[in-house]
């Protein structure tokens, strides 16, 4: 077997716009080619010959794909992103093509599985189902129309994702009204000619103020300016792209998007995933009512008489986080350099998975900010990662974690990038807040799952290739770990003192996190149904704006407030269509993962099972087998309703 070359993939995005062009129609080339090569072989044809073919026609277009997603997100060339928009399309169009063709079909269906090791079997089941997804066994004419459709959903998706991208706003305020604000982010922000501080939409800077701000009026122009991004331009294209997910379910006869959906995923539907979205509703009905009791208390302390505002929320369990338990976000800030925390969450997760992280400082990069590791084992290279971490204009504005290069063992080693938007170092040092280290560790998460899971045999079932609503449960999982004040000690350290953080604050933090937990999930199921919603009902006139004011008054406590337009700036309907309800799915499943190593301890020998449980397999197999093997028993509920109650 000739050895695995290195990784480089990255080399694509610090080149420029027409090299990453040409290399994602090379891999539409050589996809197309290996796909006919299948088609081709005489029957009965070689069954592990034959999907080798298959494997690596659709991994090709995979990684071209995901790298072409990764440069529109991140690269800070406006031509980059364009061209990179142009190769997701070119992909869409291969792929769709590749999935509707029947002679491929026919090749695949005539494979004899007998005698084959369960991932092979597995698939062989799976890709024959996705076929079938996809109409390949329908008329010509409507393979046609589902072809056209999904390679206009692309290019409708990417509209919906750049309009909410560049739709960044601003507040120019008076330094008066940053007061409760942390120094040293005020610092960063200096007033500008005409003496007022500019503020916007993004991310770091609309979390921190919406915590901090103790001027209301600021905070609500601010929160209502971050809810009309995305407006008026996706109030027109959310409907053509409701319309023509609903056109395409119904072409390839499913009632809707909804259940076109959700059909492969574990929850099996979506009936079953409305079900789900309502029980977690019922489940935190009560919790979130004494949230709304609590915080609008607090409010009347300072204002008798005043109704709690949707602007108020994060400000007013901020401020009863500090008074009930002296533990409010800005408590840790000073022990959560961003280089430490950086480094130590690398080590822990070295510790925790046997990984041995390296530094690579001469790989090509998009970014002059972007940081390059290599990981290893013993001595064999497992694959890179690379941090791009700090905000900056035309870049993605949330986090996430994005693919390079698919892995697959003997062939190919993995490839990943996390995009975030943490504070960035300078003249002086950038803390985070105890939520920016639960966001790292998740989005780590996704990344060490890519690395660990993509060393199986076929490229189909590498990395997080598992079902859509179990991958986010490896995430929230990690994030435990950022209350252990074992675990903190070893990184979380004074920014002056260099004393670590005290375990003592470590506990009153933990306490504190419990405020307007019932809140927080209400918000989440709200989002939930939302997404689900606007994907099970008949897009033909749906008045979106509505949908969304009627699902928010019923899942928070709040009205909705006129002059917004949350749809229109909800990112994950492009990526995540109907299926933002697997956040709270994956998060059952996690609390039940847990359970093992509260039992076990944080720092044994369980993670090293975990790994080879539910990490290494990667999709090779169902995700609710991997759970069980994992955790001895099927996952259930009362762990996670545990964790709902407590406090």
Same mark, same amino acid.
């Given at each position: 077997m000739p050895p695995v070359p290195p990784p480089e993939s990255s080399r694509l995005l610090a080149g420029p716009p027409q090299a990453l062009l040409a290399a994602c129609r090379e891999a539409v080339r050589r996809a197309r080619e290996g796909a006919a090569r299948l088609a081709a072989l005489p029957a009965p044809a070689p069954r592990d010959e034959a999907l080798e073919l298959f494997d690596e026609a659709f991994a090709l277009l995979a990684d071209a794909g995901a790298r072409a997603s990764l440069a529109r997100s991140v690269h800070p060339d406006a031509a980059m992103r364009t061209a990179a928009e142009t190769a997701e399309q070119e992909v869409e169009s291969a792929q769709a093509a590749l999935s509707l063709d029947p002679g491929l079909y026919g090749a695949l269906s005539a494979l004899d599985a007998g005698?084959? @090791?369960?991932?092979?079997?597995?698939?062989?089941?799976?890709?024959?189902?996705?076929?079938?997804?996809?109409?390949?066994?329908? @008329?010509?004419?409507? +393979?046609?129309?589902?072809?056209?459709?999904?390679?206009?959903?692309?290019?409708?998706?990417?509209?919906?994702?750049?309009?909410?991208?560049?739709?960044?706003?601003?507040?120019? *305020?008076?330094?008066?009204? /940053?007061?409760?604000?942390?120094? @040293?982010?005020?610092?960063?922000?200096?007033?500008?000619? @005409?003496?007022?501080? &500019?503020?916007?939409?993004?991310?770091?800077?609309?979390?921190?103020?919406?915590?901090?701000?103790?001027?209301?009026?600021?905070?609500?122009?601010?929160?209502?300016?971050?809810?009309?991004?995305?407006?008026?331009?996706?109030?027109?294209?959310?409907?053509?792209?409701?319309?023509? !997910?609903?056109?395409?379910?119904?072409?390839?006869?499913?009632?809707?998007?909804?259940?076109y959906a959700a059909e492969d995923k574990m929850v099996g539907g979506e009936a079953a995933a409305a079900e789900f979205v309502a029980g977690i509703a019922r489940a935190?009905?009560?919790?979130?009512?004494?949230?709304?009791?609590?915080?609008?208390?607090?409010?009347?302390?300072?204002?008798?008489?005043?109704?709690?505002?949707?602007?108020?929320?994060?400000?007013?369990?901020?401020? *009863? &986080?500090?008074?009930?338990?002296?533990?409010?976000?800005?408590?840790? !800030?000073?022990?959560?350099?961003? +280089?430490?925390?950086?480094?130590? /969450?690398?080590?822990?997760?070295?510790? %925790?998975?046997g990984i041995e992280w390296r530094r690579v400082g001469d790989a090509p990069i998009w970014h002059p900010e972007v940081e390059v590791f290599d990981a290893s084992e013993g001595g064999r290279l497992l694959g890179r990662i690379y941090l791009d971490m700090h905000p900056r204009d035309g870049k993605y504005k949330h986090f996430a974690q994005f693919t390079l290069a698919t892995g697959k063992r003997g062939a190919r080693l993995p490839e990943g990038a996390l995009v975030c938007n943490f504070p960035r170092p300078g003249s002086s040092p950038a803390l985070l807040e105890h939520g920016d280290l639960r966001t790292f560790l998740h989005e780590l998460g996704h990344l060490v799952h890519h690395l660990l899971g993509g060393q199986v045999r076929w490229a189909a079932q590498s990395g997080v290739a598992t079902e859509w609503d179990f991958v986010e449960a490896p995430s929230q999982l990690l994030e435990e770990w950022a209350w252990d004040p074992e675990v903190l000690a070893g990184f979380a350290r004074h920014v002056e003192t260099g004393e670590p953080i005290p375990a003592d604050l470590v506990r009153r933090m933990k306490a504190a996190d419990e405020t307007a937990k019932g809140l927080g999930i209400r918000q989440q199921t709200y989002y939930a149904a939302l997404s689900l919603e606007l994907h099970r009902r008949d897009p033909a006139g749906l008045d979106t704006t509505r949908l969304a004011a009627e699902l928010y008054e019923a899942h928070t406590p709040f009205r909705h407030v006129?002059?917004?337009?949350?749809?229109?700036?909800?990112?994950?309907?492009?990526?995540?269509?109907?299926?933002?309800?697997?956040?709270?799915?994956?998060?059952?499943?996690?609390?039940?993962?847990?359970?093992?190593?509260?039992?076990?301890?944080? %720092?044994?020998?369980?993670?090293?099972?975990?790994?080879?449980?539910?990490?290494?397999?990667?999709?090779?197999?169902?995700?609710?087998?991997?759970?069980?093997?994992?955790?001895?028993?099927?996952?259930?509920?009362?762990?996670?309703?545990?964790? /709902?109650?407590?406090?």
């Open positions: 005698g084959a @090791d369960a991932a092979t079997r597995w698939l062989l089941e799976k890709s024959l189902r996705d076929f079938r997804r996809a109409g390949v066994d329908r @008329d010509p004419a409507t +393979r046609a129309r589902v072809q056209a459709l999904r390679e206009e959903l692309t290019r409708i998706g990417q509209d919906f994702a750049r309009h909410i991208k560049d739709d960044v706003r601003s507040l120019g *305020l008076d330094p008066a009204e /940053l007061e409760g604000l942390p120094d @040293d982010w005020r610092r960063a922000r200096p007033a500008g000619p @005409d003496g007022k501080v &500019k503020v916007t939409t993004d991310p770091t800077d609309l979390v921190p103020f919406m915590t901090y701000a103790r001027s209301e009026r600021a905070r609500e122009a601010l929160w209502r300016l971050s809810r009309q991004r995305g407006h008026p331009a996706n109030l027109e294209t959310l409907p053509r792209l409701l319309g023509r !997910r609903a056109e395409l379910a119904r072409l390839l006869g499913y009632p809707s998007w909804a259940e935190a009905e009560g919790r979130m009512r004494r949230d709304q009791v609590e915080l609008t208390e607090r409010k009347r302390r300072d204002e008798p008489g005043a109704a709690l505002q949707p602007w108020d929320g994060a400000f007013l369990a901020e401020r *009863l &986080k500090s008074e009930r338990h002296r533990a409010g976000s800005q408590a840790a !800030r000073p022990y959560l350099e961003y +280089r430490r925390v950086r480094d130590g /969450l690398l080590d822990l997760t070295g510790r %925790l998975f006129e002059g917004t337009w949350p749809e229109a700036s909800f990112g994950h309907l492009e990526s995540y269509s109907a299926l933002y309800y697997t956040y709270l799915w994956s998060l059952v499943i996690a609390k039940d993962l847990f359970t093992v190593f509260r039992r076990e301890g944080l %720092l044994s020998g369980a993670a090293r099972r975990y790994r080879k449980a539910v990490l290494e397999p990667g999709g090779s197999r169902k995700a609710a087998e991997l759970v069980q093997d994992f955790l001895g028993r099927p996952h259930g509920f009362e762990a996670f309703r545990a964790w /709902l109650d407590a406090g």
